[in-house]
């Protein structure tokens, strides 16, 4: 397993928010220089192969994989195709948890779930299901999210007061309980 290897893998997980470099430093045991000189390696690795969707870029002394510039139209229309495809079962579940908890963090919702789901909630946004809603105010800010009208016209309903109670339903307690309130 190379530093490279290390760091990409941190940054796929990371998804939109992205790590800083002290936090890649300290995950991968590496100082900040060298960290840099890998981070710097990394780029370039993305820009000289024709073959690779992705780029490294930095933001707010934040690092994150995006995909190149080249192929932001192929995305657009992956974007506004129309949601005649199901969604995962992966999707739907985000899509629950949000719908239930809003507004919510991606970190909230890999707790609730236990596994990452950004990729869900990547697709949620592209079929504007869900949408940024501001920012948590602690430390790093992440997103808020929360469904959009497009959602309450997709779900036939009006108000997220239409929603189906889940607490009158006869599940297990556990799954339940991911949906209400505790605040």
């Known amino acids: ?6 760091i990409e893998a941190l940054l796929f997980v990371s ?15 590496l100082s900040p220089t060298a960290l840099q000189q890998q ?5 370039e690795k993305y820009e000289e192969d024709a073959d690779s969707a992705l780029c490294l870029m930095e933001t707010a002394q934040t690092y994150k994989l995006v995909t190149k510039d080249a192929y932001a139209e192929l995305l657009r229309s992956f974007a506004k195709a129309p949601i005649n495809q199901s969604l995962s079962r992966a999707s739907l579940e985000v899509l629950s948890i949000i719908a239930y908890k809003q507004p919510i963090t991606r970190l909230e919702i890999d707790d609730i779930r236990g596994v990452n789901s950004s990729g869900a909630l990547s ?7 869900v949408k940024e809603a501001g ?5 790093g800010r ?5 469904t959009t009208d497009y959602f309450l016209d997709y779900m036939g ?9 889940v607490s009158s339903l006869e599940i297990e307690n ?5 949906f209400q309130n505790n605040d």
């Open 15 to 29: 998804g939109e928010e992205g790590l800083s470099l002290r936090q890649l430093a300290n995950l991968i045991d």
């Open 39 to 43: 981070m710097e390696k990394l780029a």
């Open 123 to 129: 697709k949620l946004l592209a079929f504007e299901l």
């Open 1 to 6: 397993m190379t530093h490279l290897s290390q």
């Open 135 to 139: 920012k948590k105010e602690v430390i």
């Open 157 to 165: 309903i009006n108000h997220l007061d239409d929603l189906i109670d």
């Open 142 to 146: 992440p997103n808020l999210y929360a």
């Open 174 to 178: 556990q799954e339940v309980a991911l």
